[in-house]
């Protein structure tokens, strides 16, 4: 199939019913991940008021199917507990995003994590982390504890857990490994998320403004070498296709300035433990949020199973992947009759290209942005939260005239509006 949007389905969500909320309890960490782009201890723990406010904000205006639980680290607030069951009496499902260090030699707490409500994981492990115990280790020396945090999710059981990776031009080689560890474990791991790195310039051709006023940005994203930052969802996704037949992709979200970007870039792979047979098609992943909007009054983006019953292959009638993946699935079976008892299990993988700057200073970023979170009861992107909690506004980007011998006036550049205060 060739990438083009015209074969894929576009996400439904947008800033006002979408199914992904995106809270951050705390801005303490217990590690520091290079790509991090969040300044850490600026503000520490927030109460548990503040979050209960955030949390009901984002169920009454962005009709939340899940609240994704991230910070700095989750689960070192002292009142996860309480914020996972106040998130799961509002009806909507609490997803903890965690390095894990927390967690890695204490069942117990996984236990109460998941008797409080947690519906599951994503882990975040790379090379990049300065992880205790774990530093300088390399991606494939990481693959221990990858499968120690699976293997552990799975024996407690009824759980979520995907792995999320930053990545960087200089680990990009290494994402099929990650693919044929997450298919080897399909039956534990549920999904994959693949993240594009991203930081903008400190010096060179833009100068920016906060509020109109002149400033010398100071959030973690901006360097002086931005010479890693280029990779888009395309380069993950063809780096995947050159090593995975099965693998194909079927939804997506676009830019927010531009036409031709693929922002996140969505796939739903079905296989056994055995073999991975292919990936639905963009049908039937337009059927998925459909029904679930029309059945919750939300869309969908997490659901704890991973089974899929073999009558699902019916789906082939309408849709190109599942029939494929139905041939395949059926043809082995033929050469290999115990796979007929074999559970089939769909595994995700998403990549997420973030914002990019453009030559003209607008800063493009994902359509509909999923990851949207609370600042002073606005919804601002996440990625650029550190903006509003240093400037109190979206810094704008001014080209600067000797890149382009035009003097260019602030008020003339068309920035995306901050999230207006809805409903205030
Ligand atoms: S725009 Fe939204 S979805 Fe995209 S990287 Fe930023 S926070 Fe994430």
């Given at each position: 199939?060739?990438?083009?949007?015209?074969?894929?389905?576009?996400?439904?969500?947008?800033?006002?019913?979408?199914?992904i909320?995106?809270l951050?309890?705390?801005?303490?960490?217990?590690?520091?991940?290079?790509?991090?782009?969040?300044?850490?201890?600026?503000q520490?723990?927030k109460?548990?008021?503040?979050?209960?406010?955030?949390?009901?904000?984002?169920?009454?205006?962005?009709?939340?199917?899940?609240?994704?639980?991230?910070?700095?680290?989750?689960?070192?607030?002292?009142?996860?507990?309480?914020?996972?069951?106040?998130?799961?009496?509002?009806?909507?499902?609490?997803?903890?995003?965690?390095?894990?260090?927390?967690?890695?030699?204490?069942?117990?707490?996984?236990?109460?994590?998941?008797?409080?409500?947690?519906?599951?994981?994503?882990?975040?492990?790379?090379?990049?982390?300065?992880?205790?115990?774990?530093?300088?280790?390399?991606?494939?020396?990481?693959?221990?504890?990858?499968?120690?945090?699976a293997?552990?999710?799975?024996?407690?059981?009824?759980?979520?857990?995907?792995?999320?990776?930053?990545?960087?031009?200089?680990?990009?080689?290494?994402?099929?490994?990650?693919?044929?560890?997450?298919?080897?474990?399909?039956?534990?791991?549920?999904?994959?998320?693949?993240?594009?790195?991203?930081?903008?310039?400190?010096?060179?051709?833009?100068?920016?403004?906060?509020?109109?006023?002149?400033?010398?940005?100071?959030?973690?994203?901006?360097?002086?070498?931005?010479?890693e930052?280029?990779?888009?969802?395309?380069?993950?996704?063809?780096?995947?296709?050159?090593?995975?037949?099965?693998?194909?992709?079927?939804?997506?979200?676009?830019?927010?300035?531009?036409?031709d970007?693929?922002?996140?870039?969505?796939?739903?792979?079905?296989?056994?433990?055995?073999?991975?047979?292919?990936?639905?098609?963009?049908?039937?992943?337009?059927?998925?949020?459909?029904?679930?909007?029309?059945?919750?009054?939300?869309?969908?983006?997490?659901?704890?199973?991973?089974?899929?019953?073999?009558?699902?292959?019916?789906?082939?009638?309408f849709?190109?992947g599942?029939?494929?993946?139905?041939?395949?699935?059926?043809?082995?079976?033929?050469?290999?009759?115990?796979?007929?008892?074999?559970?089939?299990?769909?595994?995700?993988?998403?990549?997420?290209?973030?914002p990019d700057?453009?030559?003209?200073?607008?800063v493009?970023?994902?359509?509909?942005?999923?990851?949207?979170?609370?600042?002073?009861?606005?919804?601002?992107?996440?990625?650029?939260?550190?903006?509003?909690?240093?400037?109190?506004?979206?810094?704008?980007?001014?080209?600067?005239?000797?890149a382009?011998?035009?003097?260019?006036?602030?008020?003339?550049?068309?920035?995306?509006?901050?999230?207006?205060?809805?409903?205030?």
């Open positions: 199939m060739q990438l083009s949007k015209r074969n894929l389905y576009r996400f439904p969500w947008s800033g006002n019913d979408n199914p909320g995106w951050e309890v705390t801005d303490k960490c217990n590690t520091y991940c290079r790509g991090c782009y969040r300044i850490n201890g600026m520490g723990h109460s548990l008021e503040q979050i209960k406010d955030e949390v009901a904000l984002l169920k009454k205006w962005r009709n939340c199917d899940n609240i994704s639980i991230a910070g700095g680290e989750p689960l070192i607030h002292p009142d996860i507990l309480e914020i996972i069951a106040y998130i799961r009496s509002l009806k909507m499902k609490p997803l903890i995003l965690t390095n894990g260090i927390r967690l890695e030699n204490d069942r117990p707490f996984l236990m109460e994590l998941k008797k409080a409500g947690v519906i599951g994981f994503t882990f975040h492990i790379d090379s990049e982390q300065n992880r205790p115990h774990w530093k300088g280790k390399t991606e494939f020396e990481l693959f221990e504890l990858r499968q120690h945090f293997d552990m999710v799975h024996s407690v059981g009824g759980l979520f857990a995907s792995f999320g990776m930053t990545v960087y031009p200089g680990n990009l080689d290494f994402v099929p490994e990650m693919v044929k560890w997450a298919n080897r474990n399909v039956d534990r791991v549920h999904g994959l998320v693949l993240i594009g790195f991203r930081n903008a310039a400190m010096e060179g051709d833009y100068d920016y403004y906060a509020d109109g006023k002149p400033i010398a940005p100071e959030t973690s994203y901006f360097t002086d070498n931005t010479a930052s280029y990779l888009t969802s395309t380069d993950v996704y063809n780096k995947i296709k050159e090593h995975f037949p099965h693998y194909e992709t079927s939804a997506y979200m676009g830019g927010s300035q531009t036409h970007k693929l922002t996140w870039l969505v796939s739903a792979q079905l296989g056994t433990k055995h073999k991975m047979y292919g990936s639905v098609g963009a049908k039937v992943m337009e059927l998925f949020q459909t029904i679930h909007h029309l059945r919750y009054g939300t869309y969908v983006i997490y659901s704890p199973s991973n089974k899929i019953p073999k009558i699902a292959f019916l789906l082939g009638m849709d190109k599942v029939r494929a993946t139905s041939g395949k699935f059926w043809r082995e079976v033929v050469r290999r009759p115990t796979e007929l008892f074999k559970p089939i299990y769909v595994q995700s993988i998403g990549i997420i290209q973030g700057l453009m030559e003209d200073g607008r493009d970023m994902c359509e509909s942005c999923p990851d949207m979170t609370v600042w002073d009861g606005k919804l601002v992107h996440s990625c650029r939260m550190d903006e509003w909690r240093l400037y109190g506004s979206y810094l704008v980007a001014q080209p600067r005239e000797a382009n011998g035009k003097v260019i006036s602030p008020e003339s550049i068309p920035v995306a509006e901050p999230a207006e205060t809805i409903g205030k």
